[in-house]
């Protein structure tokens, strides 16, 4: 299945986005929908509640007054801890049973407006955030709910701002426009990306990536920042070294529109484990036949590293998200390949001349054969000697890997 985030402030929308869905095919498990189960009159839930907050947040009848607990909570940051601390754990042990439930072939939306505050982004395959002016939402929040505008503006400060909730979002869906303009980009999301996604994470198919070099993008290293955190919670318990490497890596180079990431392992072994399993479960399924990566200049015994095809050996995973191509590069600690990942990132990082004298020379590879065939730069001469001048300066400065 396919585990998809929904967020998004207060009066922006998201429910439109998550009725949406619904009609499209996915399964909503709705967080808001959740949090009123659990704290339902006889529930555990209700009784810690009235045990942190007194008999004051009931009605007359027993049920949970959300008006009087929403005006203590949202005026002291607290109190609204407190709560979070009762019901976050009872909403996602419910929200877990309900993934268990969905279909092997489902796209789960988990619509949750406290997504990125609880720091629940890396647990999911794609995180979609809708977006829409605060003003909007206070207008919104005052004609649709009764709120007071200060009590409006109360509820937005409460949650994480627009910057923040954009930094976790793989999908940002503008909610501006009309619902017509909203819904035409819901549909696109679905048909474009979260059908062939989850079909590429149920039979771990990568998909297609680009092959032509493009201009640099600024927010590769947020987007790195976003899969780097998503693969560190796949891999978990274990710890490992995660790395951003190759053009991506360093700022205002060209290259293929692909995230490039490094996992360090003890061993290939390690690599061919239970790691690779979980890698696939989370979005990046191994490429099959993948198993070395030693350019054709690099002698037997290449640079400190160890040498040999052995000392290049690595294995790679991709992405089954047709929306961010993505390779991960499993390899050795201390391995050639791994140690050559590292050092021709921080050399093109720290020197302007040489990073702009490697973009000159994979411009001019890439409009040889436009067709992508010359986008690789790692069999041309021109990198050896590059690779050379990049051993110099790692001796001349003291770098380390």
Do not use: C
């Given at each position: 299945?396919?585990?998809?985030?929904?967020?998004?402030?207060?009066g922006?929308?998201?429910?439109?986005?998550?009725?949406?869905?619904?009609?499209?095919?996915?399964?909503?498990?709705?967080?808001?929908?959740?949090?009123?189960?659990?704290?339902?009159?006889g529930?555990?839930?209700?009784?810690?509640?009235?045990?942190?907050?007194?008999?004051?947040?009931?009605?007359a009848?027993?049920?949970?007054?959300?008006?009087?607990?929403?005006?203590?909570?949202?005026?002291?940051?607290?109190?609204?801890?407190?709560?979070?601390?009762i019901?976050?754990?009872?909403?996602?042990?419910?929200?877990?049973e309900?993934?268990?439930?969905?279909?092997?072939?489902?796209?789960?939306?988990?619509?949750?407006?406290?997504l990125?505050?609880?720091g629940?982004a890396?647990?999911?395959?794609l995180?979609?955030?809708?977006?829409?002016?605060?003003?909007?939402?206070?207008?919104?929040?005052?004609?649709?709910?009764?709120?007071?505008?200060?009590?409006?503006?109360?509820?937005i400060?409460?949650?994480?701002?627009?910057?923040?909730?954009?930094?976790?979002?793989?999908?940002?869906?503008?909610?501006?426009?009309?619902?017509?303009?909203?819904?035409?980009?819901?549909?696109?999301?679905w048909s474009?990306?979260?059908?062939?996604?989850?079909?590429?994470?149920?039979?771990?198919?990568?998909?297609?990536?680009?092959?032509?070099?493009t201009?640099?993008?600024?927010?590769?290293?947020?987007?790195?920042?976003?899969?780097?955190?998503?693969i560190?919670?796949?891999?978990?318990?274990?710890?490992?070294?995660?790395?951003?490497?190759?053009?991506?890596?360093?700022?205002?180079?060209?290259g293929?529109?692909?995230?490039?990431?490094?996992?360090?392992?003890?061993?290939l072994?390690?690599?061919?484990?239970?790691?690779?399993?979980?890698?696939?479960?989370?979005?990046?399924?191994?490429?099959?036949?993948?198993?070395?990566?030693?350019?054709?200049?690099?002698?037997?015994?290449?640079?400190?590293?160890?040498?040999?095809?052995?000392?290049?050996?690595?294995?790679?995973?991709?992405?089954?998200?047709?929306?961010?191509?993505?390779?991960?590069?499993?390899?050795?600690?201390?391995?050639?390949?791994?140690?050559?990942?590292?050092?021709?990132?921080?050399?093109?990082?720290?020197?302007?001349?040489?990073?702009?004298?490697?973009?000159v020379?994979?411009?001019?590879?890439?409009?040889?054969?436009?067709?992508?065939?010359?986008?690789?730069?790692?069999?041309?001469?021109?990198?050896?000697?590059?690779y050379?001048?990049?051993?110099?300066?790692?001796?001349?400065?003291?770098?380390?890997?």
């Amino acid at each position: 299945m396919l585990r998809v985030g929904l967020t998004g402030g207060i009066g922006s929308g998201k429910s439109a986005v998550a009725t949406r869905l619904a009609e499209r095919g996915a399964v909503i498990v709705d967080a808001d929908r959740i949090a009123r189960e659990v704290v339902a009159p006889g529930t555990e839930g209700l009784a810690a509640i009235v045990a942190a907050f007194s008999d004051r947040v009931l009605t007359a009848d027993g049920a949970l007054d959300r008006a009087a607990l929403g005006a203590l909570v949202f005026a002291d940051t607290t109190a609204r801890r407190r709560l979070e601390e009762i019901t976050h754990p009872l909403v996602r042990a419910r929200s877990a049973e309900l993934f268990a439930a969905a279909p092997a072939d489902a796209v789960v939306v988990n619509d949750v407006p406290l997504l990125v505050e609880v720091g629940l982004a890396p647990t999911y395959h794609l995180v979609v955030v809708v977006q829409t002016a605060v003003a909007t939402r206070l207008e919104r929040l005052m004609r649709t709910r009764g709120m007071s505008r200060a009590e409006a503006e109360r509820r937005i400060a409460a949650q994480a701002d627009d910057a923040r909730r954009r930094a976790a979002a793989d999908v940002v869906l503008d909610n501006d426009g009309g619902l017509d303009e909203l819904h035409a980009a819901v549909d696109a999301l679905w048909s474009a990306r979260l059908v062939p996604y989850e079909r590429n994470v149920r039979e771990q198919r990568v998909a297609p990536g680009p092959v032509v070099p493009t201009e640099p993008d600024p927010t590769w290293p947020q987007q790195y920042a976003r899969l780097a955190a998503r693969i560190r919670h796949a891999l978990a318990p274990d710890d490992l070294r995660i790395d951003h490497v190759g053009s991506t890596a360093v700022p205002g180079l060209a290259g293929r529109d692909v995230i490039d990431v490094q996992v360090t392992v003890s061993s290939l072994a390690e690599a061919d484990g239970p790691l690779a399993g979980r890698l696939a479960d989370a979005g990046f399924p191994r490429v099959p036949g993948v198993r070395g990566d030693r350019p054709r200049w690099a002698g037997r015994d290449a640079g400190p590293g160890g040498g040999g095809d052995e000392g290049w050996e690595q294995r790679l995973h991709g992405s089954a998200d047709p929306g961010r191509p993505v390779a991960v590069h499993l390899r050795v600690a201390g391995s050639a390949g791994w140690r050559h990942a590292l050092l021709m990132r921080d050399h093109l990082r720290a020197d302007p001349d040489r990073r702009a004298a490697y973009l000159v020379v994979k411009r001019e590879l890439a409009a040889a054969a436009p067709d992508g065939g010359g986008s690789g730069t790692a069999d041309d001469p021109w990198f050896a000697e590059e690779y050379l001048r990049a051993q110099d300066w790692a001796a001349q400065t003291g770098w380390r890997p």
